[in-house]
């Protein structure tokens, strides 16, 4: 049978590295949503989730191999090894959508993948025809983009390039377009420097690269902001988001990792979804990591893969 045929319709949630939480919270959001078995295939192995508790529904399970005893909360090559087989078996699938639990990034470096996350690893199993997957961050409708994901603070003003905001700016309004059916998406750019440089007394990424990127992408036909202050602009979505009120753009862009993720991250909570946007198949995980400090214990929270899987639902 064509695996396309049989697992186009489906989620394939893969559950990370098998010392940290991810067959946990996996196990404890399927329990909950109690999903028609239908829906869902579970790329892992029956000895790792068979480790931290037992699944109610009789839900497909793909057996990726894993002869390693399960240590929970240690970072081993072999656990790396078996998170990114995980990763490579979903991708085979070709499922409608993927839902991965956390992973460890020096997990997976350990055992000689090179990659700085999942993002990475699913654009190299996935991305054709120049395809590049890109970071999106999700609740409800507070959204936000990163123009750089993990990358040393002192690398972003390099790796920000105006050929990078456009590509990346075509990109997300593509995903709006085809994705969310939103025509016109309106997106605000965050400067990277201090009150968006002050004309250039702060810094001069904002006038020499990330204007002309701006005016390029206006000349597209793409709604987006001048960089400015990220304090300002996310200071007012959080205001709106935690009072129900409807944000003013579509999605914010942040240049680097923690310039997006602290306020959405403060404000949402367990309800923030990472989602891997610009491929063809659409990937969504928990917003946080593999949290080895508690693997082993149950007593993870398994709410934000519980919102990883029902953003795939709607």
Partial sequence: MNTRNKYSDKIAITTGDPNGIGAEITIKALNLLNLPARNIVIVSNSKVLNTYGRINNNYEIIEVDYDTK???????????????????????LKPKFIVTAPTSKEAMNLAGHHYSGQTEVLENFLAHNGQKAEMLFV???????????????????????????????????????????????????????PHAGENGLIGHEEEEVMIPAIEAVRNRGINITNPLPADTLFIDAVQKYLNGEKLPYDCYIACYHDQGLIPIKSSAGAKTVNMTIGLDIIRTSPGHGTAFDIAGKNIANPESMMEAVKYCLY
């Fill in 70 to 92: 399960v240590c929970p909360g240690e970072v081993s090559a072999e656990g790396g090894d078996f998170s990114y087989r995980l990763l490579e078996k979903a991708c085979e």
């Fill in 139 to 193: 609740s409800k409708d507070f959204r936000v983009l990163l123009l750089t994901r993990h990358c040393a603070l002192k690398e972003v003003s390099e790796k920000i390039t105006k050929e990078k905001i456009i590509e990346k700016v075509e990109r997300l309004r593509s995903y709006f377009q085809n994705k969310l059916l939103i025509k016109k998406p309106s997106f605000a750019l965050c400067a990277l420097n």
